[in-house]
């Protein structure tokens, strides 16, 4: 099967401001095979309303529309999600935190498999921050939420960012996202 995957970025720079840590994606995802596909989202550009635990009430969820069904329906159909993602506060953007609660509905739509789908998938991180140690929390939060949903956690890409283009002076990160998806395809296990 071909891959698929899909980019996930999350800075909340404004639009049209390239920020550093989807520049490092972008270095990586040019050395994708060329028949991996790609698909591009910006969560802060995208409509997602705020989460609402139903869990202990309707104990479900109806059916998203709008970009909560573009965001559903694009992560049941990758193969490999990436989430491009700086450090914030030691954490994930508000963006990315708020697409991840929605997994908790997307657990509950009547019909959807979404736990079963969710664990066939490869999870990639790539991120930036001012100081790599300190970038372990938030890493090692994105690696527990792969192993709830029992996906395969591929690891990290950690560049040095800061002001724009700042991660570019890193030549270790840009180094390390030409082999990034290569890498983490010769330890993915197989799956099938
Ligand atoms: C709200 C906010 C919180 C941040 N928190 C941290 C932090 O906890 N640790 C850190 O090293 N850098 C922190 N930074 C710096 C960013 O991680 C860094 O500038 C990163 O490269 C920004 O990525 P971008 O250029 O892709 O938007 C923070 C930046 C913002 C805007």
């Known amino acids: ?45 995208m409509q997602i309303p705020p989460f609402v635990d139903q869990r202990h009430t309707t104990g479900q969820y109806p059916q998203p529309s709008g970009d909560m069904l573009t965001l559903l329906q694009a992560t049941l159909d990758c193969t490999d999600l990436v989430f491009v ?3 914030y506060w030691y954490s994930i953007p508000a963006p990315l935190k708020l697409y991840l609660d929605h997994w908790s509905a997307w657990m509950r739509i009547p019909g959807v498999p979404f736990k079963e789908a969710m664990a066939q998938k490869t999870l990639h991180l ?15 939060s994105i690696a527990l939420c792969a192993g709830f949903l029992n996906m395969h956690f591929a690891g990290v890409l950690w560049g040095k960012g800061g002001p724009p283009d700042a991660v570019r002076a890193d030549a270790q990160a840009l180094a390390q996202a030409q082999q990034f998806f290569a890498a983490s395809a010769l330890a993915a296990p197989s799956r099938g």
């Open 1 to 45: 099967m071909a891959s698929k995957y899909l980019f996930l970025t999350t800075s909340t720079r404004e639009r049209g401001h390239l920020g550093n840590t989807e520049w490092l994606a972008q270095q990586a995802a040019a050395a994708l095979p060329a028949g991996a596909q790609q698909t591009w989202h910006a969560l802060a550009q």
């Open 85 to 87: 993602a700086p450090v």
């Open 126 to 140: 790539i991120t930036t921050s001012g100081d790599r140690a300190k970038s372990q929390p938030m890493i090692d």
